[in-house]
């Protein structure tokens, strides 16, 4: 027999480039050219952070040299490079049947004794290691390929993965299909476009400790928000059961992002939860004739989250850990794409791959491109959106892969999901829809490479999209995805970054949708001057608070019952209500973090508050509610003051728990000194005390008893920031809703450019910071320079305003 070359070779004085196997924790990340990517980072955490506590499962991986060694030693690349003589891979059924001639080429041909007995002995030492009897061990099989010569190429996702394997023979037969699977159809297409030479590709074997999660959860994680780039947000998925369902887009995972700066420093600030459907779950097909198999999730799990919150917080402080580790090996931000599982037998969570996000690390920021509809149609079908893009053409809806040659360049690929057997058409399409999947499956991620829009979990787009029907695919409203019907017209908008101006007064933003809010961040500003919360109210929460607080008492039963449904995993109804909104206030703030973010408290008129739902039991019918009970006056109401106490819980848990103490509220229409006074005593008994955890509040100037008495108000709040609309309206004495004097109204009136003056004044004089959230400095470039001569500390401008009056303000 062959002397056996496995777990003890490197001990044995032969050097790691001649081993036929190398044990996870004798490799690390240089050495990629051995066991590739992804059996290299396995090796490189195991040795530099499982010490920091993350955990890795061991195992063992067959090298590149055991691949040559098995190529050359059975002729197999003359054979190959004969085969490929011709191939085209333009032309699908040949591209079909090169692949499927290598692949039975290499599965008939036998591995070497020697690479038979390394791969066997190292997986009964592996046995020996992870089960107390010595019974054979649950493994995972992983394809990595590498390039010798090419470190850092990627071929993420081309190979084959096994899971639940069981014996020896069938681990090595596993790695034999493993080897087989580098001549997949999907892995010829890319090295021929991407100029690789297939015969400078090798492949590596990963064989991995099973996790059982198919007892428990598994996802994706990503270190970076996978859309917009913003690099301080980590967004998680999870699902039931084993993790390839949520890698291949067959269900659609719950989604969780967390702020990644003060997890560091000890707080707990997930932004958000989003439940996914959770449909299907993978898991061992024990007795049946497969290793693994598809099951029903029962509906009471799919509306439960996959994991805890502690368990969220702790992938997400491993995800920090990883990237920081690779950003300080790399010497450069490294964000990272991570596979973690759950074991449901120990409860333990582990890591099982990890390795760099290649397209938004990969974007330049000195571009910033928008993209805009500028018409509109009907809606055929929502989902998630993936890259914040826009395209078009005719649909082709493809239900089965061997279709995929009826696809032609420029068609819009509908399907129910997409794995890698379907790349050698997707490079070609103008955008994807598909049926199921979620941010982090197949399709969004080859999207987001290919740089094309994309729409996932669509749930019925191939009932819906007709082949040949013309439609629009729009990723740039935000984090629904819409496909229209007909060829919607767009524009993109390209704006230079480069030699921004600097200038004395800030430049804020008014932002009010948290799902824009990370792309907004990417815009050159100061911070937030106007987020306001009754966006979050109306679109995230859409029932009235009283209406939570006294659920069981409502006597309005259609909307009890659209209640119960948006409420549903909550037993106390009011924690939805600071649950959403506790989410939306922290996203805004942690896109922009660590600069200010001025929160509004809500500001609805009680016509407004009576269309929320449940809301017309607690609203009062008034003859102008543009004048009546709104802002600060209704949070001490005795009628209200319970409705405004969630609120400040809300705002609360976004400081203390979350850590976004960048925020500062502002109280809306506070008529008298007095009244701010008894606003500020409401928050107080919340846990709201201005001056304590360095509090600040603000108070909207926009009613002309704020100018009137500026003085007094600077002995109660922190700062003002002047509303133009109201402040013109009441000036003028004008409703501002009304078409019949509507010609009068506008900001640029002496007499209100005399109320602005005389309050920038007021406010300098008694050290209060001073600034403008309103519609004028963007709509009028000449308001926003008068703001500016009068020595306003701050202007917030609507997105599309910043760049454009930044650069009208540096003329002067």
């Known amino acids: 027999m062959t002397s056996l070359t496995f777990a003890s070779e490197t001990s044995r004085n032969i050097p790691k480039e001649q081993a036929l196997v190398l044990w996870f924790d004798e490799v690390g990340i240089s050495d990629i050219p051995l066991v590739g990517g992804k059996n290299a980072s396995l090796g490189e955490m195991i040795r530099q952070l499982q010490p920091k506590g993350v955990n890795v ?205 003060t997890l560091k420093q000890g707080f707990r600030p997930i932004l958000e939860k989003r439940l996914g459907t959770k449909e299907i779950k993978m898991v061992y097909d024990i007795g049946g004739g497969k290793l693994t198999k598809n099951i029903p999730v029962p509906v009471s799990e799919r509306v439960k989250f996959a994991i805890t919150d502690d368990e969220i917080l702790k992938l997400a402080e491993w995800a920090c850990i990883i990237e920081d580790h690779y950003s300080e090996v790399r010497g450069k931000l490294s964000p990272m794409d991570i596979e973690w599982a759950k074991d449901g037998r120990t409860g333990e969570l582990f890591i099982v791959q990890a390795r760099p996000e290649t397209v938004q690390s990969q974007k330049s920021g000195n571009i910033l491109k928008n993209y805009k509809l500028n018409g509109s149609s009907d809606v055929l079908i929502t989902g998630r959106a993936v890259g914040e893009m826009i395209g078009q053409g005719k649909a082709n809806v493809i239900l089965e892969v061997h279709n995929i040659e009826d696809f032609q360049a420029g068609q819009v690929l509908v399907t129910n999901k997409t794995d890698p057997d379907w790349e050698p058409i997707m490079k070609k399409a103008s955008a994807i829809v598909t049926n199921q999947g979620g941010r982090t499956c197949h399709a969004a991620i080859i999207a987001r490479e290919m740089g094309i829009p994309a729409i996932v979990g669509c749930g019925n787009a191939t009932g819906v999209i007709k082949t040949g029907q013309e439609i629009t695919i729009c990723c740039a409203e935000g984090e629904e995805g819409k496909v229209y019907k007909g060829l919607v017209p767009f524009e993109v908008i390209e704006t230079s970054l480069d030699n921004l101006p600097t200038l004395s007064t800030k430049i804020l ?42 659920f069981d008492t409502l006597e309005d039963k259609a909307a009890k019952w659209e209640i119960s449904q948006l409420t549903a995993r909550y037993e106390n109804k009011a924690d939805f209500f600071v649950d959403k909104l506790a989410h939306g206030i922290g996203t805004i703030a942690a896109a922009f973090y660590p600069k200010p973010v001025v929160v509004r408290m809500s500001d609805f008129k009680s016509n407004e508050y009576a269309n929320l739902l449940g809301g017309r039991a607690f609203e009062p019918t008034e003859e102008n509610p543009m004048i009546g009970w709104r802002g600060a006056s209704r949070y001490y109401d005795p009628k209200y003051r319970e409705a405004y106490g969630l609120e400040c819980q809300a705002l609360k848990r976004v400081r203390n728990d979350m850590g976004l103490t960048n925020v500062i509220p502002m109280i809306p229409f506070c008529r008298t000194p007095e009244e701010g006074r008894k606003v500020l005593a409401e928050m107080e008994k919340h846990g709201l005390k201005r001056g304590e955890n360095g509090l600040e509040v603000y108070v909207m100037c926009e009613i002309p008893s704020n100018v009137i008495l500026a003085d007094e108000f600077s002995q109660v709040f922190d700062g003002f920031s002047i509303g133009s609309n109201d402040l013109t309206q009441l000036t003028l004495g004008l409703d501002r809703d009304s078409s019949l004097v509507a010609h009068i109204f506008d900001e640029r009136n002496e007499a209100v450019k005399s109320m602005v003056r005389t309050v920038i004044q007021k406010a300098k004089a008694n050290q209060r910071k001073i600034g403008i959230c309103g519609q004028a400095p963007s709509d009028y470039p000449e308001f926003a320079k008068f703001l500016v001569e009068q020595g306003i500390d701050s202007i917030s401008l609507n997105p599309d305003s910043v760049l454009k009056t930044m650069l009208e303000l540096a003329k002067m």
Request: proline share 4%.
């Open 57 to 261: 499962p061991n195992g063992f991986a067959t090298t590149a040299y055991a691949f040559r060694y098995f190529i050359e030693k059975a002729g197999l690349e003359v054979k190959l490079r004969e085969l490929f003589a011709d191939l085209d891979i333009e032309d699908m059924n040949n591209l079909r049947d090169r692949g499927r001639m290598a692949r039975a080429l290499v599965l008939s041909t036998p591995f070497p004794h020697d690479l038979q007995m390394a791969i066997a002995m190292s997986y009964q030492k592996l046995c020996d290691c992870e089960t107390s009897c010595g019974k054979e061990a649950d493994v995972a099989v992983r394809s990595s390929a590498t390039a010798e010569d090419l470190p850092d190429a990627s071929f993420a996702g081309q190979q084959e993965t096994y899971l639940n394997v069981y014996g020896a023979n069938e681990v090595v037969d596993a790695c034999h299909r493993c080897f087989a699977s580098l001549f997949t159809d999907r892995a010829i297409s890319y090295r021929t476009i991407n100029g690789f030479d297939h015969f400078d590709i090798a492949l590596s074997v990963g064989v991995q400790k099973m996790v059982r999660s198919d007892l428990a959860s598994s996802g994706v994680m990503f270190s970076i928000d996978t859309e917009t780039g913003f690099k301080n947000a980590a967004l998680i998925t999870a699902a039931y059961g084993l993790g390839e369902n949520v890698v291949q887009g067959a269900v659609n995972p719950d989604e969780y992002f967390v702020f990644k700066p």
């Open 509 to 550: 933003m008014n932002v009010g949708n948290p799902e824009e809010a990370f792309g907004l961040s990417s815009i050159p500003c100061d911070g937030v001057g106007l987020a306001r919360m009754e966006f979050i109210i109306a679109n995230h929460i859409k029932a009235h608070p009283l209406a939570l607080m006294n």
